[in-house]
């Protein structure tokens, strides 16, 4: 994921649109040995370590959203933020707020990238220098990105930068910057997003399959079209095509689009213990709770855990620049509720089951027994949704047999919201939930 040396592996799209580092090496060349600046390696530091050493003087100690000084509700109140970022539009605002301050010189963050075929990614990481290329990174992107490039930049050019990243990203920048003084000196800032899981680049091959359109014929993407009309988490996929004219679909018409079915998940998220970033000096996640779930305008959830940063957006709430009101750690819980049961109880599950190779080392200890049968059902199936829709979804790409994936899709979505929301005639046979 992240690059620690100029002669490392290179990071490639594999068969099933996901990253992997084209030769395995067990210790890199004149850098950190992998073990100690990946993730999920069960040598490396985990986030409660990194945090505790990183924030050391934080207010509060939580559990699930670890250590921070305060935490927020709410959304930008100026210029164009809000209705050009995903939720709140709180993660670009503290970008541009970083640059305008001198506090850093570059941010990276993702970005679209020109769209292409075959292996050409439609969004990666960039250096934006300037507040127009930060605004023009604004949105979420659940897509596969690799951040080498932008760390090699960052080492070839001196200056301070900020990373955005999702929390697996922002802990491998932390390891690195543990092992690496030059990125010790040059990242003083990590801007950290809420995650549920990561998927893969063929979610919206799908999503074009589904509105009648091949990948090759998208020249952008949103994953999600705001509309302060509707509810926020009614999302809408809106592709925009070479020839100029545009489709969109609500996820829920979309056979692979209910979030929690997890489809495309990359396997390494069945091993994830932090859902908000719990390495980063500020994290950035949509409010999913009531009244702020159904404003289409949409609202961040925000937790402050550097100081530095603290300051910043207290001043910029007193001057009505951000209208953010603060909640505790029980709230910011609840806006994150499945992802929660899915990263501990959920996760405490699967590490119980039979494995080979490499054991993860996780905070949350294995355990098979206290669930409900049907709870286990919705884990187990979970994980098969995730990890066969890669092997059905290539299969029908290389065959040029779209329906095959789709078909299978509908059947398994058919399956997860039987038993999960007790939906249809399958929910029917499971009884209320
Ligand atoms: C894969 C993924 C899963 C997520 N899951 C959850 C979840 O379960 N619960 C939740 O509350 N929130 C989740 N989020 C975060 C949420 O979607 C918003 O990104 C967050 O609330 C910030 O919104 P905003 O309006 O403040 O950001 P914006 O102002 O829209 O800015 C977003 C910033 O993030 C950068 N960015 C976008 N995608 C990526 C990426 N993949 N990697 C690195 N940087 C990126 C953009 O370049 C931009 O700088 C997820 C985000 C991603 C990318």
Redo the contacts with the bound molecule.
Sequence with gaps: MAGVDADRPRMRLDRYGQFKPDATLPHLPNGPGIAHVCPFSPHSRNEDEIAAARFSSARYVDPLIGRFHAAYVGHVAEGS?RA??????????T?VELLKERLVDG?A???PQTAGGEGKPLFGYRISRSVED?CY???????P?EMSGALDEMRRRPGRYAV???PC?VKAVQLLRLEDPVLRDRIPFTLG???????SARFVESFAWQMGESIESIAAVDYRLKDPRRPANWYTAHLRLKDGSTRSRDWWHLADGDWGAGFFQNSACNFCDD?TGETADIS???A?VEPYSSDGH?T??VVVRSPELHRLIDRAVEKGRLNLEEVDSAFVVR??AA?FRQRREGLAFRLSWPRLGVRPAKRVPPSFTGLPARRMLIYWLRSAISAQSHRVFWCARTLRMPQLYIRWASTMLALYQGITYSRGWIGRLFGPR
């Excluded at 990174?137 to 897509?143: F, I, L, T, V």
């Excluded at 997003?193 to 998927?199: A, N, S, T």
């Design positions: 933020f050009d970022g995903s939720s709140g539009g709180m993660a670009s605002w970008a941010i963050h993702v970005v930060v990174g604004a949105k979420s992107r659940y897509y990105v955005v990243g999702i990203f997003l809420f995650c549920g899981h990561m998927k859902l950035f996640g949509d999913w949409g961040n959830v806006t994150q992802g």
